[in-house]
Structures are given as C-alpha cells and as structure tokens.
C-alpha cells in the first residue's frame, strides 16, 4: 500500500543538539511534501513545504528539509534544537494528481533544556 | 490568516448518544476535512468534501457521516457513539490551485465516549 514511513516515533534531545527526522514516502511521479508541526496545546500548523524546484527547502523557525527524489525521502533538519522545539511533528505526502494529504504517525520530540 | 474554528474543543458522551462536531472556516475554501488522531496511529482521514453537498469517505468512515450545507461549514456526524470513537478530531480546510495540499487546521475536539 501507498503510505509514509516516519522512522523515529521519540526523539529525545538536548539544547544545542542537532535534528533529523526521517521521512519516506512510496508514491511514485511528483509529489508535493509537507511537514507540520504540533507545539503541546496547540494546533497543527505548516513547518515548511515543497512543491517544485530547490529540493532544500527553508521553513519557519531554523527549520529546513532535503527532498531526494532517488530516496523518496524528505528529511527533516535543524542545526541546533531550542527546549521551545519540543512538539509532535508530522511528515505529509500528497500522492500524484491528489490534493489530499496522507500523514505518517509523527515524531514526538522532547528537547531538554 | 485562515482561521478554523471547531465549536469544541472537549466533550464527554455516553455510549449510543448522537455527537455533533462542527467546524468553520473564514477564508472560502474548497476543500473541508475531518481527521482523527490518536497516539501512534497519527492522523487518520475520516471524510473530506470538495464543494457543498458533495463528501468523499476517507481511510476510515465507519461509524461517521458529515454534512456540507454551507461552504464554510463542515460536520462531524457520530449516529451512535461508542468507546472506540474516545479520540482527538480535527477538522482542516484546504484551497483548490496550483499549490493544493497545504492544510490549515482547527484545534481539535477531544471526545470522551464513556
């Protein structure tokens, strides 16, 4: 079946430390990739998204992400980690020709100050 | 900004009552969506709509109906509800266009079917 592999389920880290997330994806053609980002309490909100072009793609908050077409995979990066990242994030897949997200199961990351 | 608006953010039932989640959105959107979430299953497409009147089933519709009477209106029907049904719903809104699939969402209706 379709779907989208989020590999790391908890993360947890400290302040300072480097982030990647895993994301893969089975769908073959173009896609459009997302990463969402839920902070405790609050509601699901866009981190970043890729449509077209650039592959390395700059979201709010020092966030980034590489898609690799070969890897069907869209990694999520930051440099250093603040306590104020710790949040469930989610990896999103529109399949070829569909407007209708599939999610991964998330990540949940806690960042210790 | 888009604003999604669900009319509860908790509720508590018993099991067999009739749940009603509504959600609004202000920014004309095509697109209307229900999902649930649960921990370690992510979210979970429930129904979605394109236009008023018309409604898709999504990955998971058992035990779900929706209404799109209006554009900016969009629920969440629950006929009967039972235990398995206890989840956090969310309801997301989406625009037809060349950069489809970007999801703007509400901030959730926790339900408790006891």
């Known amino acids: 079946a379709q779907s989208v592999s989020q590999h790391n389920h908890h993360v947890i880290l400290s302040e300072a430390a480097s982030l990647e997330l895993g994301c893969n994806y089975s769908y073959g053609g173009t896609v459009n990739l997302f990463w969402y980002v839920q902070y405790p309490g609050q509601h699901l909100q866009l981190l970043l998204k890729?449509?077209?072009?650039?592959?390395l793609v700059k979201g709010i908050k020092g966030f980034e992400a590489e898609f690799i077409k070969s890897k069907f995979s869209f990694n999520l990066r930051k440099p250093s980690v603040q306590w104020s990242d710790t949040a469930e994030y989610f990896c999103a897949v529109n399949a070829p020709g569909s407007y209708i997200p599939t999610f991964g199961r998330g990540t949940s990351l806690i960042v210790h100050p | 900004d888009v604003k999604v608006t669900q009319s509860s953010r908790y509720l508590v039932k018993r099991t067999g009552e009739k749940v009603f989640l509504e959600c609004v959105q202000d920014m004309d959107h095509e697109n209307m969506f229900w999902y649930r979430q649960d921990p370690g299953l992510g979210l979970r497409l429930i129904y979605f709509?394109?236009?008023?009147?018309?409604?898709e089933k999504g990955d998971i519709p058992e035990g779900y109906s929706v209404s799109r009477e209006k554009k900016e209106r969009f629920s969440l029907i629950l006929e009967s509800a039972s235990t398995n049904q206890t989840s956090m719903y969310l309801c997301a809104s989406s625009l037809i266009g060349t950069h489809t699939g970007e999801l703007f969402f509400g901030e959730g209706s926790r339900l408790t079917v006891l």
């Open positions: 709509s394109y236009d008023v009147k018309m409604k």
């Open positions: 890729y449509f077209s072009g650039d592959p």
